[in-house]
């Protein structure tokens, strides 16, 4: 676990607004769309969000704390049998195995290019950041929707004016719904986004990633309520078996009551 107060260069005990301020600050430093030259800009403006988020939420973090603990007391417990798999990880075990024995280790590996849904690997990042100029509900609706904590998001953002709902209102609205899996609301919030910001490349690629589940969603819909007429044709015709069984069954043994007599 990071120490918030120094990610965020301040002392304990400060106040929620020189934690705010010195975030702000952080996230101009850090932002990946202010830094494009700096290779890890991402992960540290990630570092930041947790900060922030960890002081936002201490009760929550401070779970997590202790659970770690009893992890690493778990993992010094059966430290042979985690080299072991470490040794077996680093010979290619665990990995997939296919037919001939062969290993695969595709790592970020877009399979949607084999099935024609996409259209290349993913060229950006698009999970929200904030940005200068973002409101104070934006930012806390952002830092939500990266700790996973999507209805609250949703939440926030249903609760800003129309003045604030620009494009990246409705960017950050489809990041929150698709976290909850409505993908269809997602779709719609990230097309409005496109539409008011028609270069961006994020909303772009959001849009096209969203349209491709849609579709394979719809897909799915339709292949679970097609009907085959096949289906009932078998259906008929073992029941007209059946019965033609039956009554050959019900006439040999008539013919041997006759017989008997």
């Known amino acids: 676990m990071i120490d918030p107060y120094k990610v965020l260069g301040i002392s304990p005990g400060a106040s929620q607004e020189e934690i705010k301020k ?27 969000n947790l900060a922030y988020e960890m002081l936002q939420n201490p009760k929550k973090y401070k779970a997590k704390q202790e659970e770690e603990q009893r992890r690493q007391q778990a993992r010094t417990s059966y430290g042979n049998y985690d080299q072991g798999s470490q040794h077996d990880r680093r010979q290619g075990y665990g990995q997939s195995q296919g037919a001939g024995g062969w290993y695969s280790d595709f790592g970020g590996f877009d399979f949607e290019d084999i099935f024609g849904f996409g259209f290349g690997t993913r060229q950006y990042d698009t999970r929200p950041f904030p940005q200068a100029g973002d409101s104070d509900q934006l930012v806390r609706a952002i830092n939500a929707i990266n700790s996973g904590r999507f209805t609250d998001g949703i939440s926030i953002l249903s609760s800003m004016t129309s003045d604030y709902r620009n494009s990246r209102w409705f960017y950050v609205s489809s990041l929150a719904y698709q976290g909850i899996g409505d993908t269809e609301k997602a779709l719609e919030l990230i097309q409005k986004a496109a539409q008011m910001e028609p270069n961006n490349p994020i909303y772009k690629q959001l849009f096209r990633e969203y349209s ?30 059946a019965v033609r069984f039956i009554f050959n069954l019900l006439q040999i043994l008539l013919y041997g009551l006759l017989y008997a007599r």
């Open 212 to 241: 491709n589940k849609n579709q394979r969603a719809s897909l799915s819909t339709e292949a679970r309520g097609f009907y085959s007429p096949f289906g009932m044709v078998g259906r008929i015709i073992f029941g007209f078996m």
């Open 22 to 48: 010195a975030y702000r600050k952080k996230a101009k430093e850090c932002h990946p769309d202010l830094h494009s030259e700096d290779p890890e800009a991402a992960s540290k403006m990630n570092e930041v």
